[in-house]
């Protein structure tokens, strides 16, 4: 039997953190469906510690090479909070916010992206399988291709890849193309992502083809559209343990047994709509106060990129807001609005999940959202109400959700409305088919499809 090419996973973080001197495998699907396949095929992972200026040797932890990458403090600012974070990620989500184009951020981003790439040669033997890992790296294919021509190099990107008129905007956008084009086979999250690439390559980048298959300089590069996923049998029995159930039922208990539960869970970024969500929600006790008294709001925000001055005024108008809704409607003791600001341990997120009546998940722009996913898959008895972007990612597997335009309050608040409303058995229909799409595709089957493409 042909023996299997080994993997070698380049992402811009290992799958650790680091916890009281020690490493500790960092929770979450990406990881959890990788691992196994590293651990198999005798694999590496390339990537940063998360410390700035720190890079150890590489060493072995949990069956798995880990070959950290060196990012100094300026190349945080420069790379990750810069060019990452200021640029590529507001121009992606469809510039929700203005991305800033700087020359001194553009350097750093391509000397860490061939750091990453020469740091995944050595990694390599020959005819490896090396599989790069989002924005961050979107210049390591076209780099590694150069030096290592005997490689097989898949792609894939988290997040949306924007229509072209705005890709267009970037200074730099033939490098970026060029550089995905190393790839074998590029994968996005869905066939808009992959259609929009493939119009940019055919534009700026001399490439020919279609929105499954490009070509330049004589080289066939594949396009996939493979939506990600999670480990949603894990979301399943954790959302069955009798101690997430009771801890459920304590939620429900404090915030008011009679109560309809709405929620929002999301990482504190301007891409996810949470100011948006709850205006709406604020539009909904205005336009029907005698709700008031039967809806409770929890927003779960993740602190997250809190060196970006936008991240930093998008909390303060969350919480300015939180107090306004609070001020007008609340009693003491019955306040319509509860916000926590801090990540929470996976057992209490899926007590959440399994409280809520109604989830609200409303990115103005999303590769997938995962959120989506996890409340679906906690969903025991098959209640509850998605309430879904149509512009995350998730919309295009989840038809069943109630689908919003996440920039139309009025739209918003009569869909939260009807969420309220709707009769038992029309969630629990919504609701079942919803699993059947989460079942179908979980993360597992998500690498699968990915490693299949790039070894035809
Ligand atoms: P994110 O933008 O981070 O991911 P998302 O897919 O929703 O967005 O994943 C967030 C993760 O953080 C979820 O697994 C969730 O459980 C967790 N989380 C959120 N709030 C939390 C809290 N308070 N405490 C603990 N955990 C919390 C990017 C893209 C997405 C894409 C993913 C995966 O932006 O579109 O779905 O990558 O490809």
Request: hydrophobic share 45%.
């Amino acid at each position: 039997m042909e023996r299997q090419q080994r993997l070698i996973v380049v992402a811009n973080r290992l799958p650790l953190q680091r916890v009281a001197g020690e490493w500790e495998t960092s929770p979450g699907g990406l990881v959890s469906a990788l691992a196994p396949i590293l651990r198999e095929r005798e694999g590496s992972w390339v990537g940063w510690t998360g410390i700035a200026g720190f890079a150890p040797d590489p060493f072995v932890h949990d069956g798995i090479e880990q070959r950290p990458v060196y990012i100094s403090k300026p190349e945080v600012e420069d790379f990750y909070l810069g060019f990452c974070n200021g640029t590529l990620w507001p121009l992606y989500h469809d510039a929700v916010r203005t991305p800033e184009f700087h020359r001194h951020w553009w350097r750093p981003y391509a000397e860490v992206n061939r750091r990453f790439a020469d740091e995944t040669a050595s990694a390599t033997k020959p005819g490896d399988l090396v599989w790069v890992q989002d924005y961050q790296l979107q210049l390591v294919p076209g780099y590694l291709r150069h030096v290592r021509a005997d490689l097989t190099i898949g792609f894939f990107l988290h997040i949306p890849f924007p229509p072209v008129e705005l890709f267009a905007q970037l200074p730099w956008r033939r490098q970026i193309l060029e550089g995905l084009l190393g790839a074998d086979v590029v994968a996005f999250q869905t066939r808009l992502g992959k259609q929009n690439f493939a119009r940019a390559a055919i534009r700026f980048a001399g490439a020919t083809g279609n929105s499954t298959r490009l070509e330049l300089g004589g080289r066939v590069i594949r396009l996939l559209a493979a939506p990600i996923s999670i480990d949603t049998r894990h979301y399943e029995q954790l959302a069955s343990e009798p101690t997430v159930a009771a801890r459920a039922d304590a939620l429900r208990a404090d915030l008011g047994q009679d109560r309809r539960l709405i929620l929002g869970v999301d990482r504190l970024d301007y891409t996810k709509g949470i100011d948006i969500r709850l205006r709406a929600f604020e539009a909904l006790l205005q336009h029907q106060p005698e709700l008031a008294p039967e809806l409770v709001f929890v927003q779960v925000a993740v602190p997250s990129r809190e060196g970006i001055g936008e991240y930093a005024q998008m909390r303060a108008d969350i919480e300015q807001l939180t107090g306004r809704i609070n001020g007008a409607f609340g009693e003491p003791g019955r306040m319509p609005v509860h916000y926590l600001y801090r990540s929470l341990p996976s057992e209490d997120l899926v007590a959440y999940y399994r409280a809520a009546d109604i989830m609200c998940v409303t990115p103005l722009r999303d590769g997938m959202n995962l959120v989506a996913k996890e409340y679906v898959a906690s969903r025991p008895h098959n209640s509850g109400v998605l309430v879904l972007s149509e512009f995350a990612g998730a919309a295009q597997e989840l038809r069943q959700a109630l689908l919003v335009n996440p920039h139309d309050v009025d739209g918003l608040a009569a869909t939260l409305h009807r969420a309220v409303k709707m009769p038992a058995e029309e969630a629990a229909a919504h609701m079942a088919g919803l699993r059947r799409a989460v079942r179908r595709n979980d993360v597992f089957a998500w690498a699968r499809r990915c490693l299949e493409a790039m070894s035809e």
